[in-house]
């Protein structure tokens, strides 16, 4: 069974640029997640989607970064403009289910100069 | 709301010796806990996790963690290190929904 995919694995851009980063999840898995793992911090929950509705976007900063899931399968995560604090890792994770094992894909690293 | 919190955030052990990451937790309802390790360059993998039942849980690669109501905790244990155990290691709790709250993660150095 294929993994989720992620890409690009990195990204180097000035502040005030815009950057998306790509996810397929693992196939047939309904719910799909984004994270932001900041160096030296564990992964902190951005977006949560179920299917091609949001769960949960609680801690999406929203006035610059925004997220997609068209049809309910890939995932579209992008920021618009970026500023030095989004430098990060920027996870992808997908599970059967909202009960079910979360698998993350191998991240994004983006820095922002 | 949930939170975790690891003591350490470097630990170092000699190969051969007992490898223990502490994990403390607040939860308002029944706590699902996990550990994910994650080496250099690669996504989260999960070890272990306790969601009901027996609270001695046995994960891969020989690691186990015991889940202590009393004292919040949910330690993680190997009897023996490997080099090759050498990663960072998460501690999370997830709360409604299925979403996950990560501590800030311990490094785990071991020396030859």
């Known amino acids: 069974e294929a993994g989720v995919a992620q890409s690009p694995r990195y990204k180097i851009i000035e502040k005030r640029q815009s950057v998306a980063f790509w996810c397929n999840p693992i196939?047939?898995?309904?719910?799909l997640y984004w994270y932001q793992q900041i160096l030296g911090q564990g992964p902190k929950l951005l977006i949560q989607?179920?299917?091609?509705?949001?769960?949960?976007d609680s801690q999406l900063p929203k006035d610059r970064f925004s997220a997609e899931r068209l049809k309910g399968v890939d995932s579209t995560l992008k920021i618009q403009p970026a500023k030095l604090e989004d430098s990060a890792v920027y996870l992808c994770?997908?599970?059967?289910?909202?009960?079910?094992?979360?698998?993350f894909g191998p991240g994004t690293r983006l820095t922002v100069t | 709301a949930q939170s975790v919190t690891q003591l350490g955030s470097h630990v170092s052990v000699s190969e051969g010796a007992l490898v223990l990451l502490r994990c403390n937790y607040s939860?308002?309802?029944?706590?699902?806990l996990f550990w994910y390790v994650q080496y250099p360059n690669q996504g989260l993998q999960l070890l272990l996790k306790?969601?009901?039942?027996?609270?001695l849980v046995k994960g891969i690669n020989g690691f186990e963690a015991e889940f202590k109501k009393s004292e919040t905790s949910f330690h993680l244990t190997k009897p023996s290190a490997h080099m090759s155990d050498a990663a960072e290691y998460f501690c999370?709790?997830?709360?409604?929904?299925?979403?996950?709250?990560f501590g800030g993660g311990t490094r785990l150095m071991v020396k030859p």
């Open positions: 994770a997908s599970s059967h289910g909202l009960i079910y094992e979360q698998y």
């Open positions: 999370a709790v997830e709360g409604a929904g299925n979403m996950l709250t």
């Open positions: 306790y969601t009901t039942g027996a609270t």
């Open positions: 196939s047939g898995h309904a719910t």
């Open positions: 939860s308002s309802v029944p706590p699902y």
């Open positions: 989607f179920q299917n091609n509705g949001v769960v949960d």
